[in-house]
């Protein structure tokens, strides 16, 4: 299935055999020093693996989540998760675009491929997200693409000292 495409990239369903190369995108983007090439990464917060291949294969096993990878060239250059929450709620998780190619509209039309397909296969009205609340300018971005913030202060799961919340967005689907 292909979700989007155009002359630099294309959506598709993530697959098994994708899933080395993904996790290796997902990394580079989140954590490590290759991440702060990019704009939207985590690595100043957090130190951890982002994910696990296993839980990467979970999650295309899932009935109620999608996985969906963008690629340029043939590469995995991003992701995004799409998990069904029920009563037309799509939350859009582990969205990123490497660090080597953001900058160049590839997030805007991942972000979009990410809401159609949450409308078409989910059949969503919105969809939401959360975004550590101190990275403003990330959800400056998101509220420029539509998302509106619905809750603020939410504990992060990852016991970290300072603690760190997260801010929940929205957006409603036409």
Known sequence: MTTASDTRFRVRLARYDDLPALHA?????????SARTGWT????????????????AAIINDPSSLLLLAEQGGLPVGSVQLSDKGDGEV??????????????GLGRALLS???????????????????IDSRTELIAYYVRRGYSEVAWGLDFVTAVDPPLFMTKLQKCLG
């Open 91 to 104: 939350y859009l998780g582990l969205f990123c675009i490497d660090p080597a190619v953001q900058a160049g």
């Open 25 to 33: 995108v997902i990394q580079r983007a989140y954590r490590g020093d």
């Open 41 to 56: 990464h985590e690595a100043d917060l957090l130190d951890d693996e982002r994910i696990t291949p296993e839980t990467l």
């Open 113 to 131: 491929a990410a809401e159609e397909g949450a409308h078409a296969h989910f059949g969503a009205t919105r969809t939401t997200m959360t975004v």
